[in-house]
């Protein structure tokens, strides 16, 4: 069974920082769910490198091959509001959960430590 925690924001850049050292190397895609019920998946998975947050701004930093070059993607999420983590049935992280202030939704999800799947 999986289960779902919010993470006090106080505790963000902590958690963030020790979030980074365990999940290194893993893949790792965003879907983003719209406060009205829209939903986008991303179709370009990479590997997971780095997240922080500076304010109200996380960055998550992510590597990926293009035709045998090695690429960078950076992603910023702006106006976080809310993160919540959720973990896989072995207790792994599993997933990460940013709200905003729009009550959007932004999902970054790990490939399992369980099956394999991201």
Do not use: C
């Not at 979030?19 to 590997?47: C, Y």
């Not at 960055?59 to 919540?84: A, C, F, P, W």
């Amino acid at each position: 069974m999986t289960m779902i925690k919010m993470v006090e924001p106080k505790e963000w850049e902590t958690f963030l920082y020790a979030f980074t050292a365990r999940n290194q190397g893993r893949r790792a895609r965003f879907e983003i769910f719209g406060p009205k019920g829209g939903f986008k998946e991303e179709e370009q998975e990479g590997d997971f490198a780095s997240i922080s947050i500076e304010g109200n701004k996380v960055t998550v930093t992510r590597h990926y091959d293009n035709h045998g070059e090695q690429k960078t993607m950076v992603d910023e999420l702006n106006n976080v509001r809310g993160i919540s983590v959720q973990y896989d049935t072995d207790k792994s992280e599993a997933m990460l959960e940013f709200a905003d202030e729009k009550g959007g939704k932004t999902t970054l999800h790990f490939e399992s430590m369980v099956d394999g799947v991201s």
